[in-house]
């Protein structure tokens, strides 16, 4: 097998809410009891975070990443729950079963709270949240610069940035200091009236509350990557997108104040990258094809109580990023909770040697036949002189899917298993 790397992306997580949602059952009939429609129903962010301890159980992770909002409209009674859930639920954290499994948390617009938010330090609002973290054994968020995580596997390597786009959330310096007062003025007064709920949902949703990155995080980044082995992934990883999305939004402030910033800085690097974030509560996957020739990929998690990503990283047997899978995991129409279908980016371009003898004699013979089973391919790859052919096999086909000449069906149950189509 071609070496890769898998990471868990989980989004939002907004346990005040989710924990109280219903997986969605047909009613139509009230005659059956509350107490059978409670159990068919069993909390959907239950059934995921039970499905993603079996992961840690079963498989090893390189990382697991999760996007922020763990409150919900910067309750930091929430935050705190929600971050021993995740450490209880998950069994993460010091002296806990996957303590050694690397975690990476990054604040929300929904985790700031706005009155702390409002005093002089920018640092201020994010020192609750790291007392809970610490409290429940967890590590630290990012807060003025980016904090690095690395995993290294014989040569494949991937060097995670947490990045902190909260760092403008609820403080007025990121409003034209034109209008900054008067700007202040309006949101407090909507927002102390009390019994206006709207104006606070509006506020943590529309994000009036300008989120930006530092210019430290932006620097860090830049310099930190920039003593990264060549040959490693960065993946980059923060709360906000940084595309504005199809969903058109009137306020002042619709998307990260600075995002152009990191977007500008992760396109000139050269090499590919992928960005993870939440926020939206979708899950597009985008990618920015740049100029220097390495793909940007944006990667979007859903809420949490709707699944989460395995992001899964296909290694040259150098040690050269070739391809990344993402598998949603998600529920189906019938409730059930499941892979599906998956998509693959291919994200070596221009960064690895010609395709040699068993590459071209397996693609002719893929081109010829239109589909071809594993068998076919493996006595193809011996004809044409490979000493190991199960392994050449594997590599060609997966050099032809990441340059988007073949697709490869069942590739999630093993190579055995592949059924190999031409694009053409
Ligand atoms: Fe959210």
Redesign the pocket.
């Known amino acids: 097998m071609l070496p890769r790397l898998r990471i868990l992306q989980v989004g939002?997580v907004?346990l005040a809410r989710t924990a109280k949602l219903g997986l969605k059952l047909d009613e139509k009939d009230r005659r059956f009891p509350l107490e059978l429609r409670n159990r068919m129903a069993g909390g959907p962010i239950k059934t995921v975070f039970r499905r993603l301890h079996q992961f840690l159980e079963q498989d090893d992770f390189a990382f697991l990443l999760f996007m922020g909002?763990l409150a919900e409209q910067g309750d930091l009674n929430g935050f705190r729950a929600c971050v021993r859930y995740l450490a209880e639920a998950l069994q993460l954290g010091k002296g806990r079963r996957f303590e050694a499994l690397k975690v990476g948390i990054v604040p929300?617009n929904?985790d700031i709270d706005r009155v702390l938010a409002a005093k002089p330090s920018y640092t201020t609002k994010f020192t609750p949240l790291q007392q809970a973290m610490t409290n429940a054994g967890l590590p630290l968020l990012p807060v003025d610069k980016p904090i690095w995580l690395d995993h290294q596997k014989g040569p494949c390597r991937i060097d995670v940035a947490l990045l902190n786009s909260c760092w403008g959330c609820g403080s007025p310096e990121y409003i034209p200091e034109e209008f900054r007062d008067e700007i202040v003025k309006a949101i407090n007064s909507a927002l102390t009236k009390g019994v206006d709920e709207k104006a606070t949902r509006s506020y943590y949703d529309r994000q009036l509350d300008t989120p930006a990155f530092s210019k430290n995080t932006v620097q860090g980044l830049v310099e930190g990557a920039s003593k990264l082995p060549g040959g490693s992934l960065i993946i980059a990883c923060a709360h906000h997108n940084i595309l504005p999305q199809r969903l058109p939004r009137l306020a002042p402030y619709t998307e990260l104040v600075n995002s152009g910033a990191i977007r500008s800085e992760l396109s000139k690097l050269g090499r590919p990258v992928l960005y993870l974030h939440?926020?939206i509560?979708e899950d597009p996957v985008e990618i920015i094809q740049t100029s220097a020739g390495a793909p940007l990929v944006c990667i979007s998690a859903p809420e949490a109580s709707e699944g989460f990503n395995v992001v899964e990283i296909v290694f040259t047997p150098a040690g050269l990023p070739l391809s990344c899978y993402i598998e949603p995991w998600r529920f189906a129409e019938s409730g059930v909770f499941a892979a599906m279908q998956r998509q693959v980016i291919p994200i070596g371009a221009g960064r690895r040697r010609p395709p040699n003898a068993v590459v071209v004699a397996i693609y002719q013979q893929i081109i010829a036949e239109q589909s071809c089973f594993w068998g076919d391919m493996m006595s193809c790859a011996q004809k044409a002189g490979a000493t190991h052919a199960a392994d050449a096999t594997e590599e060609a086909l997966e050099l032809l899917t990441a340059d988007q000449l073949v697709t490869i069906e069942h590739h999630e149950l093993g190579r055995e298993h592949w059924l190999v189509r031409s694009r053409l």
Do not use: Q, S
């Open positions: 939002d907004h909002d929300g929904h939440g926020h509560h």
